[in-house]
């Protein structure tokens, strides 16, 4: 711990006590902000990416730009059949030997996140019947394996182009160590990644492979099996490999049930020590990725804390401890990154079951969604900025200052591993180079930014159309209090004191004062969805913007505001009246000023 606090001198001390504020001085960059490293989620099986609660879950998702980067997910290489929650089908891609490959199913699944901006984090999973006899069962030789992978890159290349193609993460298999995954040993995968890799080099095309995906399972098998992953790698010096990936979560059935965001840590900082003894020449840029840093196993297992505040807590502790990991670890180049497998909407089967997803759905149907709290953390997530001004590691409070192009951005959450009560923080950032601010402060807790709560914390519940207009309310991102604007930043200093119960996550976004008008939406339609209507428009690219300002009039009656501030660009209005009506947007900026409106009429 002493040798951690020194590679973090200047950042505040770990110590859950009221904190006095930071000092005057102008800011010292301690390193980069990479938010990419941390807006990646999970879908389990690449069919479902094209089912129509997916693609709403999708749409959502890219109405906030920069909430979210990357979507993980399997079966890309025995696709055409969903699968709910482990590989049993061998899908249609290839299904004899002397039959022709086809990538439909695949190539279809991943246009649905190239073409919405969304990166691809391939899981090169599992066997179709031509390679084995069944999905996870290795064959007895893996030549019929590396022309799949091979035909699957040419494939991809030919639809999206080598350029992008080269942007994505592919990674050899899932969880070997785990028998729902893999009926063979642990070298028989090794086997199985230099046959991938050979594949890779074969096809000539330049992409990012990694591998082992291995299930940190404790106490021993995860840093033992990692050990023979980058022993296999020191052995074989011209094997590709460009992240290291594991799967630590906050707990495993065998551990107590309240997850300890700190044996994430400890996976990382063991992962990055054997890379370090064992692959020293490698480790300069290599990305170590738990692409699974949950709370607790079992995706489709309910489990309370994922509908409420805790789930958005522990994802920015997380980001903030494993933040700080990099930055201890400047000067060897590695970078720790995080990941959650949050967005598999398709295993909810009611409002509010527990299940490990983004969205909760209503009883009007099941691509009727409402955000649940853990969508907000990466809300809070695109805020930050590129640079790492200060950070706090926890254990229980945790907190990152960042900078950027016209903004200062601090992310706060009070996670504890065990009973605790309100902290008071005394945050403060000096430095800043303009003379008025706005300095406004998000948050979600146990009453805000959370439908979950304002449903009564039941799970699971019924959400009737009544309720999910109520709820849609609730869901949308709240402030702690009312912005302050064009403030002065008394010798570029900005001083606030913060209250934060368990599991409350604040950010504080402060911008400079602008009394520019912004400019208007642009693309604002209207479809109707049975009694509802779904309105979206071309999201702002304007960094100061705020939310959005959405107003209805229907026959007869005078314009209504009727939805929150919204920092997405989409909103449903639900069972609005019948007949003619009428939506307007505005923008808002930080600084409280509005621009023009945009328009469009419908009839439902």
Known sequence: MAGRRAVLAGMAAAAL???????????????AFRREEFNTVGVFDADWLVEPRMTRMLDAMVASPGAFGAVRFFGVLNAGEREQVFPV????????PGAPMDFTASLAALEALVSRGL???????????????????????????????????????????????GRWWLEAWNEPNMPQFWHGDFDGYLALYRATAQAVRDSGHGVLLGGPALAWMPPEEGPRLMRRFLEFLRDEPDMPCDFISYHRKGSWVTEEAAPRLSRLVTAAEQTAALALDLVPARCRGLALVNNEADMMVGF?????????????????????????????????GLRFLAAADNANQHLMRAPFDGRRTLFTRTDAGPDDLLKLPVFHFYELLRL?????????????????????????????TLHPEGAAGPHRLAWSVAGLPWQRVNVIV???DATRSNAFAAAG????????AAAARRLGEA??????????????????????????????????????FDPAVPAAPESLRGVARGADVLLRWTPSPDPALQGYELSRRSAGASWRVVAPLLRGAEWTDRAPPAGRLDYRLRLLSASGKRGPAASCAMRR
Not at 128 to 152: H, K, Q, T, Y
């Open 457 to 464: 914390r039941r799970m699971p519940a019924t959400i009737d």
């Open 89 to 96: 089908s061998s899908g249609r891609t290839w299904p004899a």
């Open 442 to 444: 998000f948050r979600i």
């Open 475 to 512: 869901a949308e991102l709240a402030l702690d209090a009312p912005p302050r604007r064009g403030i002065a930043a008394r010798d570029g200093r900005v001083a606030l004191d913060l209250v934060l119960d368990p599991y409350a996550t604040l950010l504080v976004w402060i911008t400079p």
């Open 384 to 412: 930050l900025g590129e640079e790492v001004l200060s950070l706090d590691p926890g254990p229980e409070l945790f907190q990152m200052t960042t900078r950027g192009e016209g903004r200062v951005a601090a992310l706060v």
């Open 300 to 332: 489709d297992v309910p489990y309370a804390p994922r509908m409420d505040e805790r789930f958005p807590a522990w994802l920015a502790a997380s980001t903030i401890a494993h933040a700080g990991l990099s930055l201890r670890h400047g000067a060897t």
């Open 119 to 165: 990166l691809p984090f391939v899981g090169l999973t599992f066997f179709p019947a031509a390679v084995s006899a069944g999905p996870i069962e290795p064959p007895d030789s893996f030549a019929r394996w590396r022309m799949l992978v091979r035909g699957f890159l040419d494939a991809a290349v030919a639809r999206f182009c080598a350029d992008e193609v």
């Open 17 to 31: 006590a009221p904190r006095a504020a930071a000092a005057t001085e102008p800011p010292i960059v301690l390193g």
